[in-house]
């Protein structure tokens, strides 16, 4: 028995592929915000209700790329009155190398938003803090292998799904 791994051609040990992502790019595609109640809406007494939504897509490209998309909705009111709605869609343009054809989705739907979302985070919170709210709002962590296991539930009780 050896403790030597194999070697190619060349004499160098051979290694297996190490899975994994490169971010290549990261990008905002899309941000708006409302504060129509301004400036009436910055003296606000006590807390407002938060409705959030999370949406996650990924796209291949002819270039053996993908794109992720993170759609962040958060509209911030009061029982009478809207405060302020944010919504960004933030992207990032991803290389994948070493992944085996069953992980591919869930690497673009768990780890790559994972990667994502501090950095939108931070728009929201800027967004929310030069439309003059403070503290600014800050997004808490979200579950993105919670979300994707809920949306594969939800596909298998689908009619027709395997």
């Known amino acids: 028995m050896t403790d030597v791994s194999p070697a190619d051609a060349s004499g160098t040990p051979a290694q297996p592929p190490i899975?994994?992502?490169r971010i290549l790019a990261q990008y905002v595609r899309d941000l708006s915000f409302e504060n129509p109640r301004a400036p009436d809406s910055l003296r606000l007494e006590g807390k407002p209700q938060i409705d959030m939504g999370v949406e996650l897509n990924a796209a291949g490209r002819p270039d053996g790329l993908f794109e992720v998309d993170?759609?962040?909705s958060i509209?911030?009111?009061t029982e009478t009155t809207p405060v302020f709605h944010v919504e960004l869609l933030y992207g990032g343009l991803f290389q994948l190398q070493g992944v085996s054809e069953q992980?591919?989705?869930p690497m673009l739907l768990i780890e790559c938003p994972r990667y994502l979302f501090p950095y939108a985070r931070e728009i929201v919170a800027r967004a929310t803090s030069d439309g003059?709210?403070?503290?600014p709002?800050?997004?808490d962590p979200i579950d993105f292998a919670g979300i994707y296991a809920a949306r594969m539930a939800q596909?298998?009780?689908q009619p027709g799904a395997a």
Do not use: T, V
């Open 103 to 105: 992980d591919i989705e």
């Open 75 to 77: 509209k911030a009111s």
């Open 19 to 21: 899975a994994g992502f």
């Open 137 to 139: 709002f800050m997004l």
């Open 70 to 72: 993170l759609k962040l």
């Open 132 to 135: 003059g709210f403070y503290p």
């Open 155 to 157: 596909a298998a009780q």
